[in-house]
């Protein structure tokens, strides 16, 4: 495995309307558990019920899984409390991601925080150029991410939406979407 003082750490956002962003943020987390590399994911939305992604992190000694959000909020009856839920979660974040414990960390959705200005891009643009420690590997992933932020990372992808089945009337299925 790459030793952290040799490795520059990379840079990902995965955002757009279509499905699989943070699936394949949690494949590139598994990938790199399977490396022996150390892992911590933190979910700013997602947590309202149990996932498989979640109940495969138990498997590897090498992954930290927090899902802090309350479920999903796009409809929110709570914008401050929702405000307040997510500064606390940026700061568990930038706690994990400086402690020097991780190879990679993803902060999934947390471009749904900031596109409701729960948080801002210049504290997350700050945090990228001049906080996260150079060898840490960092995955953002959410709808809408902000220009400033994709403009400091070196991978953007954009998932975009052809069909999905949620649109149909189906519902979400246990293994594929959860």
């Known amino acids: 495995m790459e030793h952290k003082k040799k490795r520059l ?3 990902l956002i995965l955002t757009g309307n279509g499905k699989g962003k943070s699936s394949s943020a949690f494949g590139m987390a598994f990938r790199a558990a399977g490396w022996g590399m150390k892992v911590c994911v933190i979910q700013f939305i997602k947590g309202a019920w149990p996932t498989g992604e979640e109940k495969a992190a138990k498997m590897f000694a090498n992954m930290e899984w927090h899902a802090l959000g309350d479920g999903f909020t796009w409809k929110t009856e709570d914008p401050e409390g929702d ?22 960390v993803v902060f999934d959705e947390i471009n749904m925080a900031l596109g409701f200005g729960w948080l801002t891009s210049e504290e997350v643009v700050r945090f990228v150029t001049q906080e996260r420690p150079p060898s840490l590997h ?19 992808t954009e998932m975009g939406e052809i069909k999905h089945a949620f649109n149909a009337g189906i519902k979400a299925c246990k293994g594929v979407e959860f």
């Open 9 to 11: 750490g990379r840079v």
């Open 83 to 104: 405000r307040l839920k997510s500064r606390e979660i940026w700061e568990f974040c930038r706690q994990k991601a400086m402690s020097g414990a991780f190879d990679l």
């Open 138 to 156: 960092l995955i953002m992933t959410g709808r809408n991410a902000p220009r400033a932020v994709m403009d400091v990372a070196d991978t953007v």
